[in-house]
C-alpha cells in the first residue's frame, strides 16, 4: 500500500450523476481512511478501492511537487475539502498545501482558506472557486456588513 498517499479516483454511479470525484487517504502505516466517497463506485476500504476503481490518481504528500499537482489539476472546492480533512486528521500534511490568495496575492496553507466565488457546473450545481486568505476574508465580510466607514466625497459646485 502506498503511504502518506492521497488518492482520487472516479466514485459516484447514481441517479443523475455517472460519477463524482472521491478521495482517499493512506497514512504512513499504510492504513486506508475515506476521505470523500460516494455512489456504488464509492471506496470504504483499500480492497475496494483496488477492485472498483482501477483508474487513479496518486499523490504522495512526501513530495512537494505531487502536491502542487494535485492543487494544480483538481477543483478548488475538492483542494479546501481535502485540506481540511487532512488538517483536522493529519494537520502535517496539510500544511504542505499551499494557496495564493486571489485577493491579496499572499500564499497561504489552504486549510485556512476560504473560497473567492462560485460558478455554475453544467447546470445542475454550484461549484466555489478560488481562495481567500483570513485576512481578506476578514475585510471583505466587515465592508459587506457595513463595519468599515465608508469614504464620503464632498464635491463643491462651480
Not at 478501492?49 to 494544480?72: G, M, S, T, W
Request: aromatic share 16%.
Amino acid at each position: 500500500m502506498p503511504k502518506n498517499t492521497l488518492v482520487q479516483y472516479k466514485g459516484g454511479g447514481y441517479d443523475g450523476n455517472f460519477w463524482e470525484w472521491n478521495y482517499c487517504w493512506f497514512d504512513s502505516k499504510g492504513k486506508f481512511h475515506d476521505i470523500f466517497s460516494s455512489g456504488y463506485k464509492g471506496c470504504k476500504n483499500a480492497t475496494e478501492l483496488k477492485n472498483k476503481n482501477p483508474d487513479q490518481y496518486r499523490y504522495n504528500f512526501d513530495n512537494q511537487e505531487k502536491v502542487r499537482e494535485f492543487i494544480r489539476e483538481s477543483a478548488d472546492h475538492h483542494v479546501l475539502m481535502v485540506a481540511k480533512w487532512l488538517y483536522a486528521n493529519f494537520s502535517r500534511y496539510a500544511d504542505n498545501m499551499i494557496v495564493t490568495c486571489d485577493s491579496c496575492g499572499e500564499e497561504f496553507p489552504s486549510n485556512q482558506a476560504k473560497h473567492s466565488g462560485y460558478e455554475g457546473a453544467g447546470g445542475i450545481a454550484i461549484a466555489y472557486t478560488g481562495f481567500v486568505c483570513e485576512s481578506c476574508q476578514r475585510n471583505e465580510e466587515c465592508y459587506e456588513q457595513g463595519d468599515v466607514e465608508p469614504v464620503i466625497m464632498i464635491m463643491k459646485k462651480g
